[in-house]
């Protein structure tokens, strides 16, 4: 199948999950640099998966991809920080963690089917 739109991707509709969850993990921290750090990557993630798409050029999705990966990283590595700082629990860290590393394997696969 081919999508349409960006919102038919399921790396962008698991790129939307992970910021609304992001989001709820941070929403009662004071950190508000740290929260608003964290919170830009997360969401860095669908939007660059949604400008790729709408680029309409494999060069480009593929680019816009590569950032949506380095976004996740950035998540991912700022989740250890939030993990060692106490700022969330063992258990939401695992479920984010998880989220994170299965979405940037979707953006490599992805990313590795168009640039060929």
Same mark, same amino acid.
């Given at each position: 199948m081919t999508a349409e739109k960006? !919102?038919?991707?399921?790396?962008w509709k698991k790129a939307v999950i992970l910021a609304k969850d992001v989001y709820c993990a941070f929403k009662n921290s004071r950190d508000f640099g740290f929260n608003d750090q964290i919170q830009r990557a997360a969401v860095s993630v669908s939007n660059n998966i949604a400008e790729g798409f709408e680029r309409?050029?494999?060069?480009?999705?593929?680019?816009?991809? !590569?950032?949506?990966?380095g976004?996740?990283?950035?998540?991912?590595?700022?989740?250890?920080?939030?993990?060692?700082? !106490?700022?969330?629990?063992?258990?939401?860290?695992?479920?984010?963690?998880?989220?994170?590393?299965?979405?940037?394997?979707l953006l490599q696969t992805f990313s590795n089917r168009i640039s060929h």
């Amino acid at each position: 199948m081919t999508a349409e739109k960006f !919102e038919d991707l399921i790396m962008w509709k698991k790129a939307v999950i992970l910021a609304k969850d992001v989001y709820c993990a941070f929403k009662n921290s004071r950190d508000f640099g740290f929260n608003d750090q964290i919170q830009r990557a997360a969401v860095s993630v669908s939007n660059n998966i949604a400008e790729g798409f709408e680029r309409k050029s494999r060069r480009q999705f593929h680019y816009f991809l !590569e950032i949506a990966k380095g976004s996740c990283g950035e998540v991912r590595s700022m989740l250890y920080l939030a993990l060692t700082l !106490e700022k969330i629990s063992e258990s939401q860290f695992k479920d984010l963690l998880d989220q994170t590393k299965q979405l940037s394997k979707l953006l490599q696969t992805f990313s590795n089917r168009i640039s060929h």
